[in-house]
């Protein structure tokens, strides 16, 4: 039996293309997490998967049941999908026990005791047992969360999607309560879609990352993949910090101004390299880069084995790490992430070197159309 | 981040797209239902032809009448509109000893029928009439229709930026005109609207403090009789005239900025100004409410009015004011609910159109829906006419809004993720309404009920015109006996009508958040 399949879905108010053919693929028991900035679409892609919003075209498939196709439509209530929102959502005039008992039939005599003890069982899952007779508004965050979640696991569905569950919650718990979820979902070998514009989160907790943008996914790959290897500036932008430098493609490998680079090149699958000569956009992480302090004794004209010669001029100290701003002496600044206990001061003479391959992109020729997506959210900022 | 949350926070409205057509069909009857007396009278004034609705407009009687509602109305909007605003400025900018029994305060002229005002002032001074005195009254028990609005705008708009308009270089007064008035503006002249829509259309009052006006010439022509249809066209004006108030309120409104009252107690220590500024708070609630109650009292305790009251009477008037409200209230909350259904959920031209008709009770004077009724009981079913059937759907038209106001916002305070949630849990649309919605919101549909029942048990002019011969309201013996000068008489009456309606509108207010100040 396959997980759940997505096929060229597209969904549309009047005019306005919200998804433009989605195609996705989740394999059973995985944790898969859509990830994209404000107004993506990936909020709607959940929704039309759960059935909450109809779908103009493209099927939807759980298993080998076949859930939204131009012919047929099952209503929510009928999909057998578990729905986690971003406010938890608890019915307010019913116990923790029975909000997370709501979707269980209610059944007879020996119905009772069963569902009785789903509940209990379901509680104690989520590290609630014995709050069930518990009022929701008696809940802290974290808390109504977790029967939000116990509540959506409760019929066994097929599929757990879960839009921005942790958004909500200050930064200590969401951290600490996503860990444990991601875990509890593996557990059950829960299928599970994750919709979060927090790349830390997505990289964190999926197995698979879909990078979503006006409508359409962008890339599809583990978290390393996504991170290492992002299939355009823009999605290199979003999932972490960027150094970009101007370069020049030079038998196989990237001229910049760190030297001759191994370099690999992205545009996209099948794409042939660029011509010898052509220009490139290079991009690299800022932990690619590696800071040392110069103590004088090189040879300046040594570029390669020993880093180019630049002057740090500012530290965002993280306390774990910091970003360190240097200028390089060809008057090019980059940016590096340096482990807390070995930083530079600011003014000390340093030299940079590159310890990983670094990516080259097309330039792109054509005026980028000003949207406010292209500044997304927080992630590159950080 | 932002244009995402706020598409998700979105109200449920937003995103289930089209409504059920059942729903759609069901809520235009019940709204259709309340356009039955203006379509009505206008019908019936089309049937009168042109060239005698111009004749009877034309007639100096009936410019007298208007122009004397509309100088009325204006007058007691303009004193509404300085004292209200006066008063929210000192109640929510001064540091006063226990604010929110004062704001209490301020909201009980609300609770008292302006004719029981009225009748409390004749106690005091029998030959208390005309302009002037009308003004008086009618302005002293509108006032919270400003206060409130403009109370709970000037707690949104926080000392905040003034203070910043302040470190701007103006001063004090310079620092409100900049900062705080364009934000109370559209909030103080929807109020004062809503008074004028008040002035206009209130019966009791001036035909007790014999003032002619519109409505007592409406009154006046279909006691008379002979020249129906003259009634007919001077409530026709009466409704011309409440129409464009509220237009004007409806579109005042939409600009009041609803901004998360912080409930911060004022900043200012009035010092030796306390006195003075507890007066000013104290003449609306003082003339309003306890001038007329003492007169009422006073009358009461009187050993002459004990010894006469009728006490058979007075129960047969208690027993059919509670029996009309609970009906009222029934038929008006039944007769709502779709549309509030409706209106919380969806949006669109249709469903606002639908939603607007349902309000229109709101601008309909209630000698106008009346007047209205009684043509139409004699002309389309003639055996309904004086029958309790009629009264009683007068009031469900009058009091709609006040249910569908209420009932909305309890529905639409229902999140959707909960719909959302139901639904993934599998329970139908129906199932969501039985064990998620209907639940939820019933506290407010009681709320709606009650507050329908409340203004039945006050309404007088339409009682009047459609009571079934032999059945009397506290509201209607009050006023046959104090127009015929019998004070003592009335007050048993008067007091039961206190009782009844006056302390639960008090009390309903004060569980609703002390006085709501949403008007």
Redesign the interface.
Known sequence: MSGVSVEDLRVGYGDAVVLDGITLTIPRGSLVAVLGPSGCGKTTLLRAIAGLLPATAGTIRVGDRLLSSARNTVPPEKRGIGWVPQDAALFPHLSVGENIGFGLPRGGRGGREARRARIDELAAIVGLGGLTERAPSQLSGGQAQRVSLARALASRPDLMLLDEPFAALDPLLRSALRIEVAELLRSQQNTSLLVTHDQEEALSLADFIAVMRHGRILQWGTPAEVYERPASLWVAGFVGDTVELDGRWSDGRAECAFGLLDAAYQDGPGVAEPQEGASVRVMLRPEWLRVVDDRGDADPTDTGARGVPATVTAIAYAGHDALVSVLLDSGQPVRARIAAPDLPARGTRVRVSIRHPVLAYPVRTDPVPADPDSVPDDATLR | ?????A??GRSPRS?V?RAPAWLVGLAAVCAAAAAIPLVYLVVRSADAGLAELADTLLRPRVLTLTLNSVVLAAFVTVTCLVLGTLSAWLLTRLRLPSARAWLLVSALPLAVPSYLAAYGWLVWFPGFNGFWASWLVLSVVCTPYVTLPVAAALRGASGDLEAVARTLGRGPLGAFRAATWPRIRPAAIAGGLLVGLYALSDFGLVSMLRFQTLTWGINAAYGASFDRNQAAMLALVLVVLALVVVAGERRSRGRVVHSPGRNAPGTIRPGRALVPALGVLLIAPGLGVAVPVAGLVSRLVDAETLREIDLVRLAEAIGATLGLAVAGALVAAVLALPVAALAARYRGRLVSAIESVGFLGHALPGIVVGLSLVFFTLSVMPALYQSVVVLVFGYAVLFMPKAIGTMRGGIAAV?G??L?????????PLAVWWR?TA??ALPSVGIGALLVAISVMKELPATLLLRPTGISTLATELWNRTTVFEFGAAAPYAAALVLLAAVPAVILSGIRGVAKEEV
Do not use: I
Request: proline share 8%; hydrophobic share 40%; glycine share 8%.
């Open positions: 981040m932002t244009l995402e949350s598409t998700r995103r797209g999140p993720s909960l959302d949630v139901s639904r993934m849990l599998g329970l139908s998620v639940p939820l």
